[in-house]
């Protein structure tokens, strides 16, 4: 038999079905940063509204997402990624340097990412908060992680005698909740301070916790 159809490539304009796909949620993702992250915001948000954000349609939507809930829930952990991301080569960059030192790579580089678009903060500290029980378990779920990395560096230097050896798990979830709301409070224009000033009062906070006023450096 002559004239075999040939088996389909999945490669369309020189792009895999896979790549076209991701291309598609991104293109999803952006179009809800601006949305949610700045106006209307996630609740005031519909899904024609977010395809016509994004160029695409309806359908396509529903080919990449349930509700505008996964997407806000991916926009989230994506933030968060991008913020985790930075934070872990700042740590590995300062390795070898004295605690304060350390602690203000730590400091600038979560808030050098999280502050360097505002609709990431109205994402992570705002839209986030009381959407379902879904998304306060993930919302937690991350900030545990933050609450898991303070732990983390603050066995590191009680290991090398720049820190109390104490069981920090307390206080640092209480500190990681002092973070978000001076980050919040300082991105919605209701602390009157420099960037360079918050990061600096943060790490005087830590280093407070590190550092007890009965302990000698």
């Not at 879904?134 to 609450?147: D, F, G, H, I, Y």
């Not at 500190?175 to 790490?203: C, K």
């Amino acid at each position: 038999m002559t004239g075999r159809l040939r088996a389909p490539t999945g490669r369309y304009g020189g792009r895999s079905a896979e790549e076209r796909k991701a291309e598609r949620r991104d293109r999803f993702l952006a179009a809800a940063l601006q949305l949610f992250g700045a106006a209307p915001g996630y609740r005031a948000t519909t899904i024609a509204a977010l395809s016509e954000a994004a160029g695409l349609s309806t359908r396509q939507f529903y080919e990449e997402f349930r509700t505008l809930e996964d997407v806000l829930a991916a926009l989230h952990l994506q933030v968060n990624d991008n913020s985790e991301q930075a934070v872990l080569a700042a740590f590995e960059a300062a390795r070898d340097l004295p605690l304060t030192e350390r602690v203000t790579a730590f400091f600038r580089a979560y808030a050098d990412s999280v502050t360097a678009d505002p609709r990431r903060i109205r994402i992570t500290f705002v839209e986030i908060v009381g959407v379902s029980a879904r998304l306060e378990e993930q919302r937690l779920a991350r900030r545990a992680r933050w609450v898991d990395l303070i732990c983390a560096e603050a066995r590191a230097a009680a290991a090398r005698g720049e820190a109390a050896d104490r069981d920090y798990r307390l206080a640092a979830t209480a500190f990681i909740g002092s973070v978000n709301g001076l980050l919040h409070d300082w991105s919605a224009g209701w602390v009157d301070a420099t960037l360079d000033e918050v990061v600096d009062e943060l790490v005087r906070q830590l280093l407070g916790i590190l550092r007890p006023p009965d302990r000698r450096p």
